[in-house]
Every structure is written in C-alpha cells, then in structure tokens.
C-alpha cells in the first residue's frame, strides 16, 4: 500500500473573518520570577509561543499578542524571537516549509494566591482542518493554569514541552506524539485528551477527535493507530501538575 504523509496540528480556536488564517499550534508556558527585594512575591513570567502558517504577506503576522492573567487583567505581549521586520521589533522564525515559531513573553504579579487561568485568543486557524468544520472562521485559543498554594510551596513553574507541536504521520502506519514534558520542580504529571477549544475557551462547534486515537496518562504518549485521511488534524493534550496529590497547575498543548 502507498504511503501518504500526513500533518497534524494542535489548535487553540476562536470564530471571527474567514480571511484571517494563520494559526497552526502552540501553548502557554510560564516560571516563577524572584525578587530580591521582595522575596514572596507572587510574580511571575508566561511565555506563550504559537507556529502560524506562512507567507506573511498574505495572512496576519502578529508581533504583539494580547495575554489575560486570569485575575481581571490582561496586557499585550511583543514577539521577542527572529530578526526585525518592518515595524516588528521581531519577525518569529521561519521553521519549516510554510510554519513560522513565535514566541511572546511578559510578566505579571498577582496579588495574592489562588488558581489563575492564563489564556490567549487569537483569529484564526489556517484552513481545511479535517476535524474542525469551517476552521477558518475559527479562532486559536491556549490556556494554562497556575496555582498558588502558600500550603503546597511555590510553583515555580509549569511543565516544559520539549517537543513541538508540530508532527508528521503516514496513512496506517501508527503515529506517536509525545509533548516531552518536563518539569523542573519534580511535580507529577498526567496526560489527557481534550477538546480543541474556540474563543475564550468556547466548544468548537462541530470538533471531533479521529477514530482510534488515545493518549497514555503516565507517559503522555498520543497514538493514532492507521491515520486517514491525508490532510491537517487538530488534536489537544491536557499535561496536568500534581504536587502530595492536589493540582497545582495545568498546561494545554494545542498541536499539528
């Protein structure tokens, strides 16, 4: 039987202009940052990094991204890989063929402890993904959790995913992504498959995960057993982070 490649991507969503397509991947990452002058302060650095669609000529480039800390405020983040371009302070880099990495960092101090989401919306996927009707009219959406627990110790960051959410697969062949998640802490990890979400975390109206395709909670291997058909997938994986046994934090890995 003849082999036909396909790519995978992990998308974080949201419904707005058909002609604005980009959106390919990507996760929200972030670490504890100290202060001297302030040793517990609840500051922190979120680093967001999205892979979008080339050419940029001919779809939205963004250099700067709007971040919502999940405590009622949000900022706006620049780019801060890649070259500069134009009135980009960075341009992102191109990784492959047609895919360009982003990566967006700001910071942020909360006022006190709790659990906070951490989420960005962006318009919109790039288009004809399979599993998600309409993509183009849908927007890209990423979120993370972090947890402050002055009972648990500082969380000083989430997992780091080693492996980009960018993969490739052939027709009935088995296909395994891994996210190499890896957290500096020591704090447990478990792995789930979750939908791929809209706007502000919003249901993909219509979304739906392919046949014979399942997730190990231990290791975080995803498994597609005979891929089809050709084309772009999107699929989510939940990376959650255990400390004694309570959730401390959670990253959402949106891949192609």
Known sequence: ??????????????????????NRAGEITYRRIFDANNPNAFKYEATVTTYTRLPANQIPDRCELEIVWGDGSRDTILRVNGNPSGSCPHQGEQVAGDIKKNVY???????????????????????????????????FYIESQLCINPFLGFNNTSPVLLNPPIDNACTCKKFVHNPGAFDSDGDSLSYELIDCKDAGGAPIFGYTLPPNVTINSN?????WNCPSPVGEFNFAILIKEWRQGSLIGFVERDLQ
Request: charged fraction near 10%; charge should be positive.
């Open 1 to 22: 039987m003849k082999k036909f490649c396909l790519l995978f991507a992990f998308f974080g969503l949201y419904s707005i202009v058909a002609f604005a397509t980009h």
């Open 105 to 139: 960092i700001g910071t942020h101090t909360y006022a006190g402890a709790s659990c906070f989401i951490i989420s960005v919306t962006d318009p919109n996927r790039n288009a004809s993904v399979i599993n998600i009707p309409n993509s183009t009219n849908v927007a």
């Open 219 to 223: 290791t975080g291997d995803m498994i």
